[in-house]
Every structure is written in structure tokens, then in C-alpha cells.
């Protein structure tokens, strides 16, 4: 009797991990990045995060992004354009996506929902989690998981978590494989 086929690879995978816990590299390594043969297919990378030209700390960060992944991806800087559902819904290319905890603070501050009450984005999200949901390629999400540490000391620290956090709960329900990197290690959680 044959053996049955393998699994099909995930479609869509969430990295979360805490603040330089290796998670963005081990994304790109999931898409054929730096550390891995280069990737047989076209690969998009959509970047969430804003540019600061007065935060040099910020800068070099998002330079070290940008040095670290293959010249052949095609980056599209979401923040200077198009919202990230409607990149996700337009294109099925190999997609990966750095990361929502940037995007959802884009979204605060663009809703100034920063003072107003939770749930506020909630149809904003409601689009992203469905685009992921229906998005035809290959995906990886990185996202930062934030809930592990102290209760924030502000009511902006604390809306950011527990946003994050309950926006985290839903893309884990709609894709297939969720890691959680840890001191560069990945363990998978689904």
C-alpha cells in the first residue's frame, strides 16, 4: 500500500514573538530569505512601518530590515499608499507582511483613536482578518506578541495590548500554522 501524501505546506502562517525575539528573520527564512536557498518564486514584501526621519533609532531599524532581505523581493511600503487589505486582496504573490503591530498603530493614529473606546477599528480589522482569510498565496504575518510583559503603565499602552492582542486571537483563527519565536527559537503553537 503507498504512502499517503504529505501535507500541503501552510498557506498562511503567523510569526508573533516579543521585541528582538528573531521573529521577522525567521519570516523570511519561512519565504526563502537570507538564510535559505532563494526563493524559486517572486516574493512581496510589505512593509507597515512609518519612516521617522527625526528618530534615528527608528531609521536604523527599518535600514537593518532592508539590508537583511534579498534584493530580488519586490518591497511595497504600505504606509505610503495603498491600505495593507487592499495590497493582501490585490496580488495572490508569496506575500510577507511586517509587521501589524506597526500597522495597527498606522491605524490609531489615522482613526486618532488613540483616546477613544476599544473596539473603534473593529471594521478595519473585520477587512484585514477577512482579505488574510482570502488571500490566495503564499502569506506570512509577523506580528508582536506584547501580552507577556507588565500591564502598561498608560491607557495608549494598554489599548495598543490589548488591541494587538485580541487582533493577534483572530488571524491565529484564520491561518493555517502560528510560531512563536522566543530567543531566536520558533515553536509552533498551531
Given amino acids: 500500500m503507498p504512502s499517503p501524501a504529505p501535507p ?56 537593518a530590515h532592508r539590508t537583511r532581505r ?43 483613536a488613540w483616546d477613544s473606546p476599544r473596539g473603534t477599528l473593529a471594521p478595519r480589522i473585520d477587512d484585514l482578518v477577512d482579505a488574510v482569510a482570502h488571500h490566495r498565496g503564499r502569506l506570512v504575518l509577523v506580528s508582536p506578541e506584547v501580552g507577556l510583559g507588565v500591564i502598561p503603565e498608560t491607557r495608549s499602552g494598554r489599548l495598543f495590548r490589548d488591541e494587538i492582542g485580541a487582533l493577534n486571537a483572530r488571524m491565529a483563527q484564520v491561518c493555517d500554522e502560528v510560531l512563536l519565536v522566543v530567543a531566536g527559537l520558533a515553536t509552533r503553537l498551531k
Fill in 8 to 63: 500541503p505546506p501552510p498557506l498562511r502562517t503567523l510569526v508573533l514573538g516579543g521585541a528582538r525575539s528573531g521573529k521577522s528573520g525567521h519570516a523570511e527564512a519561512l519565504m526563502g530569505g537570507p538564510s535559505t536557498a532563494p526563493a524559486p518564486t517572486p516574493v512581496r514584501y510589505i512593509a507597515t512601518a512609518r519612516l521617522d526621519p527625526t528618530d534615528t533609532d527608528w531609521e536604523q531599524r527599518i535600514e
Fill in 70 to 112: 534579498p534584493r530580488e523581493w519586490d518591497t511595497v511600503e504600505s504606509a505610503a499608499g495603498a491600505g495593507l487589505a487592499e495590497l493582501l486582496r490585490a496580488d495572490p504573490t508569496p506575500t510577507m507582511v511586517d509587521d501589524l503591530g506597526t500597522w495597527l498603530t498606522a491605524e490609531m493614529d489615522a482613526a486618532d
